[in-house]
């Protein structure tokens, strides 16, 4: 496939609608610096990638080349924007055309790409890595070749000649060998595991066959506890949860019988002390009784007085006789009666007065004293019966008390089967025979709980049984994932190996190229020759030396770095193996080339174009595309045609010259 | 006949190149024995000497003698006279100073441009002095490689079954499965 026709407009410098027609064999395109040269170039990139890759991702200010694909310049805008390449393959011309709006259709850029690519050799993203390939640019020639690492380089020759699936198919047996691997890992894990199954097991029938106890220990356990429980013959299995209630109940009885006894003197005591307390209840009940009829009986201490002068009508009848006394007959007549009287019977009847007021005085002393006896009496009366109601109540509380003890001792004599008038000898004997009982069961029930461990033995048995089936599958799958590991590494390394092997034998065929290319260019007056050569294991170099081992990239100057680079590029592009398109693009690659390197480049794509290549060429000097232009091999019409380039009056690219070169005379020398 | 110039003569006969030798004797007498070639692009001369002495000492005045001999024929060239190449070898190789002066010759690009080469022997000899004039004979042709082949002939101790559902599409789980079903 080759490149037969560049049509633009509003494209980047070309405002004006451009029509560049591309000669099958060689065209060579001259102007000055920033006529639109390289966007010719830009322009076929940008309708098979959509994408210029010259300026990366660079961004400045926000912009992108991306701001500048279309028409910016002064002057009125261009009547169309649009890139169209057509392109001949054999009969069939496909265009490609890519506007602001609008791409082309999948369909015709599977067919551009269907055209220009071997299928199945080519790697991701063909028509990115051909336009790398096959554009060379100035700026790019000694960065892109002899600038590179040599990991680098490698890596570039690599991708242009490699067996393109190689690396899937290394990769492919990578994810096995890991998988392989990962389940390999989880096997040793699971045998680990089971190992650990079959100790842990080991260990639980160690201990239960160092628990064991021996058969006529259980038959002796057996009859104890039969006895014990007045069981009739019994499965020794079957005694051990009675057993252990036993055991239980015996516990209880010991611990209520050690109570009884500990308190068993004050047991004594409340019983004897009971009968006292009871007796002293109810002859204070008497006393109180007796002491309230007395107290009923005892005479109201106001009764006599009542009946009886008091006091105050003594001093009051003798303070009427003194006041009688004091006043005096008044006209024979007494003050206090109005009697009449003389001095005589009158002071009589004073003296009369006062005796009788004088036993009235006594009388009523004697009554005021019987009153006093009569209230002391009741006092005394009343404050006897409090204390005994008193006495009588604490006698009652500890009464109460006694009986809640002696109830609880008759409990517990009923618990342990005990009369309540057992006797303490009777109690001693009982708590001895409870724990003689106790004891028994115990023993016997410990003897017979080895049947439990005779039960962990034989589980024991069969977890070690099922470990050791467990580790058997764990170990056949172990082995299996080791085997598969190895195979799986096997695959890998198979991939591999024929990955790197059929690539070494394509690079052993392409280096001479690469040494033919330089021979041809000759960068360099003394050493004419270079020596390409691929080292190291995994990370492998290409390595460039001329003369005694010397290294190129940092002994030429930068136009035999150049024109080395250049040798490079162009058998890298010669080399794609997966590559049916045969165009070679150069944007000014003899920028600091001299005359001389540039009369061996022109001869170096005399030879491509001879060979059925598309050479396409852009530089700035009109003298020199006219030397490139004469020393092209010319057979016949339009196989090679020469253009100018210049800035039209307002400012847009456009071409100014075409001059196609004709063919020569075939014959000039006579024998 | 000088045994370089039939190489020579052989290796441009082979790449399409029409050609004859050419006796060119000087005013003195001498004889200089020159291989004229020509396609439908370029023609030149080929002219050996046994010492690169000889030839830095000899080739411009041999360069004067070729162009006078064949002047009528350049000039009806037109065009095709800028392609005109003299190719200058020896059969003795070149010391550092030597080379140096070849390069020089090679650089002048006054008439006819030159092509220098020293240590010239054999027809391996002659198509390496003429290399810038022949096709490219190093470019290999790449043929598709078969990876899958490839894989199985680096693989061959392993199970082919194995083999196969490695390189088949099936799903890398499914090869698995098989590697250790197979293991």
Request: charged content about 25%; hydrophobic content about 45%; glycine content about 6%.
């Given at each position: 496939?080759?490149?037969?026709?560049?049509?633009?407009?509003?494209?980047?410098?070309?405002?004006?609608?451009?029509?560049?027609?591309?000669?099958?064999?060689?065209?060579?395109?001259?102007?000055?610096?920033?006529?639109?040269?390289?966007?010719?170039?830009?322009?076929?990139?940008?309708?098979?990638?959509?994408?210029?890759?010259?300026?990366?991702?660079?961004?400045?200010?926000?912009?992108?080349?991306?701001?500048?694909?279309?028409?910016?310049?002064?002057?009125?805008?261009?009547?169309?924007?649009?890139?169209?390449?057509?392109?001949?393959?054999?009969?069939?011309?496909?265009?490609?055309?890519?506007?602001?709006?609008?791409?082309?259709?999948?369909?015709?850029?599977?067919?551009?790409?269907?055209?220009?690519?071997?299928?199945?050799?080519?790697?991701?993203?063909?028509?990115?890595?051909?336009?790398?390939?096959?554009?060379?640019?100035?700026?790019?020639?000694?960065?892109?070749?002899?600038?590179?690492?040599?990991?680098?380089?490698?890596?570039?020759?690599?991708?242009?000649?490699?067996?393109?699936?190689?690396?899937?198919?290394?990769?492919?047996?990578?994810?096995?060998?890991?998988?392989?691997?990962?389940?390999?890992?989880?096997?040793?894990?699971?045998?680990?595991?089971?190992?650990?199954?079959?100790?842990?097991?080991?260990?639980?029938?160690?201990?239960?066959?160092?628990?064991?106890?021996?058969?006529?220990?259980?038959?002796?356990?057996?009859?104890?506890?039969?006895?014990?429980?007045?069981?009739?013959?019994?499965?020794?299995?079957?005694?051990?949860?009675?057993?252990?209630?036993?055991?239980?109940?015996?516990?209880?009885?010991?611990?209520?019988?050690?109570?009884?006894?500990?308190?068993?003197?004050?047991?004594?005591?409340?019983?004897?002390?009971?009968?006292?307390?009871?007796?002293?209840?109810?002859?204070?009940?008497?006393?109180?009784?007796?002491?309230?009829?007395?107290?009923?009986?005892?005479?109201?201490?106001?009764?006599?007085?009542?009946?009886?002068?008091?006091?105050?009508?003594?001093?009051?009848?003798?303070?009427?006789?003194?006041?009688?006394?004091?006043?005096?007959?008044?006209?024979?007549?007494?003050?206090?009666?109005?009697?009449?009287?003389?001095?005589?019977?009158?002071?009589?009847?004073?003296?009369?007065?006062?005796?009788?007021?004088?036993?009235?005085?006594?009388?009523?002393?004697?009554?005021?004293?019987?009153?006093?006896?009569?209230?002391?009496?009741?006092?005394?009366?009343?404050?006897?019966?409090?204390?005994?109601?008193?006495?009588?109540?604490?006698?009652?509380?500890?009464?109460?008390?006694?009986?809640?003890?002696?109830?609880?001792?008759?409990?517990?004599?009923?618990?342990?089967?005990?009369?309540?008038?057992?006797?303490?000898?009777?109690?001693?004997?009982?708590?001895?025979?409870?724990?003689?009982?106790?004891?028994?069961?115990?023993?016997?029930?410990?003897?017979?709980?080895?049947?439990?461990?005779?039960?962990?033995?034989?589980?024991?048995?069969?977890?070690?049984?099922?470990?050791?089936?467990?580790?058997?599958?764990?170990?056949?799958?172990?082995?299996?994932?080791?085997?598969?590991?190895?195979?799986?590494?096997?695959?890998?390394?198979?991939?591999?190996?024929?990955?790197?092997?059929?690539?070494?034998?394509?690079?052993?065929?392409?280096?001479?190229?690469?040494?033919?290319?330089?021979?041809?260019?000759?960068?360099?007056?003394?050493?004419?020759?270079?020596?390409?050569?691929?080292?190291?294991?995994?990370?492998?170099?290409?390595?460039?030396?001329?003369?005694?081992?010397?290294?190129?990239?940092?002994?030429?100057?930068?136009?035999?770095?150049?024109?080395?680079?250049?040798?490079?590029?162009?058998?890298?592009?010669?080399?794609?193996?997966?590559?049916?398109?045969r165009s070679i693009l150069l944007d000014d690659p003899v920028q600091h080339v001299d005359d001389f390197r540039t009369v061996?480049?022109?001869?170096?794509?005399?030879?491509?174009?001879?060979?059925?290549?598309?050479?396409?060429?852009?530089?700035?000097?009109?003298?020199?595309?006219?030397?490139?232009?004469?020393?092209?091999?010319?057979?016949?019409?339009?196989?090679?045609?020469?253009?100018?380039?210049?800035?039209?009056?307002?400012?847009?690219?456009?071409?100014?010259?075409?001059?196609?070169?004709?063919?020569?005379?075939?014959?000039?020398?006579?024998? | 006949?000088?045994?370089?110039?039939?190489?020579?003569?052989?290796?441009?006969?082979?790449?399409?190149?029409?050609?004859?030798?050419?006796?060119?004797?000087?005013?003195?007498?001498?004889?200089?024995?020159?291989?004229?070639?020509?396609?439908?692009?370029?023609?030149?001369?080929?002219?050996?000497?046994?010492?690169?002495?000889?030839?830095?000492?000899?080739?411009?005045?041999?360069?004067?003698?070729?162009?006078?001999?064949?002047?009528?024929?350049?000039?009806?060239?037109?065009?095709?006279?800028?392609?005109?190449?003299?190719?200058?070898?020896?059969?003795?190789?070149?010391?550092?100073?030597?080379?140096?002066?070849?390069?020089?010759?090679?650089?002048?690009?006054?008439?006819?441009?030159?092509?220098?080469?020293?240590?010239?022997?054999?027809?391996?000899?002659?198509?390496?002095?003429?290399?810038?004039?022949?096709?490219?004979?190093?470019?290999?042709?790449?043929?598709?490689?078969?990876?899958?082949?490839?894989?199985?002939?680096?693989?061959?101790?392993?199970?082919?079954?194995?083999?196969?559902?490695?390189?088949?599409?099936?799903?890398?789980?499914?090869?698995?499965?098989?590697?250790?079903?197979?293991?």
């Amino acid at each position: 496939m080759k490149i037969e026709r560049i049509l633009i407009s509003g494209f980047r410098g070309f405002r004006d609608t451009v029509d560049v027609p591309i000669a099958s064999g060689f065209t060579v395109i001259d102007g000055r610096n920033g006529v639109g040269k390289s966007t010719l170039f830009d322009a076929i990139e940008f309708a098979l990638t959509g994408h210029i890759s010259k300026y990366g991702e660079t961004k400045a200010s926000g912009e992108s080349v991306e701001d500048y694909i279309w028409w910016k310049g002064e002057g009125p805008s261009p009547s169309q924007r649009f890139v169209e390449i057509t392109f001949r393959d054999g009969p069939d011309a496909i265009v490609l055309k890519r506007t602001p709006i609008e791409d082309p259709a999948p369909e015709l850029l599977s067919r551009v790409e269907a055209g220009m690519v071997n299928a199945g050799m080519a790697p991701p993203s063909p028509l990115l890595q051909l336009c790398a390939a096959s554009i060379i640019r100035d700026e790019n020639i000694a960065s892109l070749s002899l600038d590179l690492s040599e990991t680098q380089r490698y890596a570039k020759l690599r991708q242009a000649i490699g067996a393109s699936d190689a690396d899937d198919w290394a990769e492919r047996g990578n994810r096995l060998t890991k998988i392989a691997r990962k389940r390999s890992e989880e096997a040793k894990t699971e045998v680990a595991a089971a190992n650990a199954a079959i100790a842990d097991a080991s260990r639980k029938i160690d201990d239960a066959r160092a628990s064991l106890a021996p058969e006529t220990a259980i038959a002796e356990a057996s009859a104890t506890m039969a006895q014990l429980l007045q069981f009739g013959p019994t499965v020794p299995d079957q005694l051990i949860s009675p057993g252990r209630d036993f055991v239980a109940l015996r516990e209880k009885n010991a611990r209520d019988l050690t109570m009884i006894l500990s308190g068993w003197e004050g047991y004594e005591r409340d019983a004897e002390a009971l009968e006292v307390c009871e007796a002293a209840i109810e002859k204070a009940q008497n006393e109180i009784e007796i002491a309230q009829a007395e107290r009923a009986l005892l005479p109201d201490p106001d009764e006599g007085e009542a009946a009886g002068p008091t006091a105050d009508l003594v001093t009051q009848l003798h303070e009427l006789r003194s006041l009688g006394a004091r006043i005096g007959l008044v006209d024979q007549s007494c003050p206090l009666c109005s009697a009449n009287h003389d001095a005589t019977s009158f002071a009589a009847g004073l003296a009369k007065a006062a005796n009788a007021i004088e036993r009235m005085d006594k009388k009523a002393s004697e009554l005021a004293a019987e009153a006093t006896k009569r209230r002391v009496a009741i006092v005394d009366a009343d404050r006897k019966i409090a204390e005994t109601r008193s006495s009588l109540a604490s006698l009652v509380d500890r009464t109460d008390r006694q009986r809640q003890e002696l109830e609880a001792r008759r409990l517990l004599l009923g618990g342990v089967g005990l009369p309540l008038n057992a006797s303490k000898a009777e109690v001693i004997n009982a708590r001895d025979a409870v724990a003689a009982e106790l004891e028994a069961a115990r023993h016997a029930l410990g003897v017979l709980g080895t049947l439990s461990q005779n039960r962990q033995l034989e589980n024991g048995i069969a977890q070690l049984e099922e470990a050791r089936k467990r580790l058997s599958r764990a170990q056949d799958r172990a082995g299996r994932a080791r085997r598969a590991d190895a195979i799986a590494s096997a695959l890998y390394d198979a991939a591999r190996r024929a990955g790197s092997e059929t690539l070494d034998l394509r690079l052993e065929r392409v280096l001479p190229l690469m040494a033919e290319l330089y021979g041809r260019l000759r960068p360099h007056p003394v050493w004419q020759d270079i020596e390409y050569s691929i080292r190291g294991d995994l990370r492998r170099f290409l390595s460039l030396q001329v003369g005694d081992g010397l290294n190129p990239q940092f002994l030429f100057s930068s136009g035999q770095r150049r024109a080395t680079g250049l040798a490079f590029l162009l058998s890298i592009n010669l080399s794609l193996a997966w590559s049916r398109w045969r165009s070679i693009l150069l944007d000014d690659p003899v920028q600091h080339v001299d005359d001389f390197r540039t009369v061996n480049l022109a001869e170096v794509l005399a030879q491509l174009v001879a060979s059925g290549r598309q050479v396409v060429v852009a530089v700035e000097d009109a003298a020199l595309a006219e030397l490139l232009a004469r020393r092209m091999p010319v057979l016949g019409a339009g196989e090679a045609r020469r253009f100018t380039l210049a800035l039209g009056s307002e400012g847009s690219s456009t071409l100014v010259r075409r001059s196609d070169p004709v063919p020569m005379l075939a014959k000039t020398l006579a024998a | 006949m000088n045994d370089i110039l039939k190489h020579c003569e052989g290796v441009l006969s082979q790449t399409g190149f029409s050609t004859h030798f050419a006796e060119i004797r000087s005013d003195d007498g001498k004889a200089l024995e020159a291989l004229a070639f020509e396609d439908a692009t370029i023609l030149g001369f080929v002219v050996v000497y046994e010492t690169p002495a000889q030839l830095i000492t000899s080739w411009k005045a041999d360069h004067d003698r070729v162009a006078m001999k064949y002047r009528d024929a350049l000039q009806a060239a037109r065009k095709k006279a800028w392609n005109a190449y003299l190719v200058l070898v020896s059969r003795g190789s070149a010391d550092f100073g030597e080379s140096l002066a070849l390069g020089q010759i090679e650089e002048n690009l006054e008439a006819m441009r030159k092509i220098t080469k020293a240590g010239v022997t054999g027809v391996a000899g002659a198509r390496t002095a003429l290399l810038p004039l022949l096709p490219f004979r190093a470019a290999p042709s790449l043929d598709p490689i078969n990876m899958r082949l490839e894989i199985e002939l680096r693989s061959t101790e392993l199970d082919a079954d194995v083999v196969a559902a490695f390189l088949s599409n099936a799903e890398e789980g499914v090869v698995m499965q098989m590697l250790e079903d197979r293991a």
